[in-house]
């Protein structure tokens, strides 16, 4: 796996820019793109645009965003918010 392998759904870590350290979920991936938010200071109405070289994998997953995402379903930035506090408690 490398670092274009980061799909939809995705926990990533930014590790370039104003937002370093950060944990964001990947919204959309577009070539060396991604477009990652976090449900607090970037909602998923304005999702933030990073080359996939300025973000770390942490290798999870969040199946259940990652389906709603894929079928245009509608996601609050609640449960992206919620999802990353509890990734970021267990970790």
Sequence with gaps: MNEYDIKVGSIVLSTQGRDKGNYFVVV?????RVYIADGGSRK???PKKKNVKHVS?????????????????KVFD???????RQFIENN
Excluded at 28 to 32: A, I, R, Y
């Design 28 to 32: 959309n991936t577009e070539g060396d």
């Design 44 to 46: 998923l109405a304005s």
């Design 57 to 73: 994998r942490s290798g999870v997953v969040l199946e259940t965003i990652a389906k709603k995402l894929e079928q245009g379903q």
């Design 78 to 84: 609640s449960e992206v918010k919620s999802a990353l």
